[in-house]
């Protein structure tokens, strides 16, 4: 059974750092895309980044050079790395997982290319 636990969300101010952490198991690590999302209230849920299992990553553009996704594949675990955050940072950030040829080019950060989600992290950015 594939499950995804998503920890590390948290509340902090304007121009910090958080780091969540999604561990994954039921799977082989390295053969499935895993992203993280996020949905703030009122919004629909979009994606933020993308690791592919040979490493490729994939990034929201308001996102690019503040946030660094990573894996430990000994741990089975992704991470997210979130520097400057802004207030409009503020969401749930979700992890999704879906076997690598299953999704299609161009569609890594598009939701309806996951089966596999996990329950969710809230970030908090306070101006």
């Known amino acids: 059974e594939v499950q995804l636990v998503e920890s590390g969300g948290g509340l902090v101010q304007a121009g910090g750092s958080l780091r969540p952490s999604c561990a994954a198991s039921g799977f082989a690590f390295d053969t499935y895309a895993i992203a993280w999302f996020r949905q703030a209230p009122g919004k629909e849920r979009e994606g933020v980044s993308c690791i592919s299992g040979d490493g490729t990553t994939y990034y929201k553009d308001s996102v690019k050079g503040r946030f660094t996704i990573s894996s430990d594949n000994a741990k089975l675990t992704v991470y997210l790395q979130m520097n400057t955050l802004k207030p409009e940072d503020t969401a749930v950030y979700y992890c999704?997982?879906?076997?690598?040829?299953?999704?299609?080019?161009?569609?890594?950060?598009?939701?309806?290319?996951?089966?596999?989600w996990g329950q969710g992290t809230q970030v908090t950015v306070s101006a």
């Open positions: 999704a997982a879906e076997r690598i040829g299953k999704i299609l080019g161009g569609w890594e950060l598009q939701q309806a290319a996951y089966d596999y």
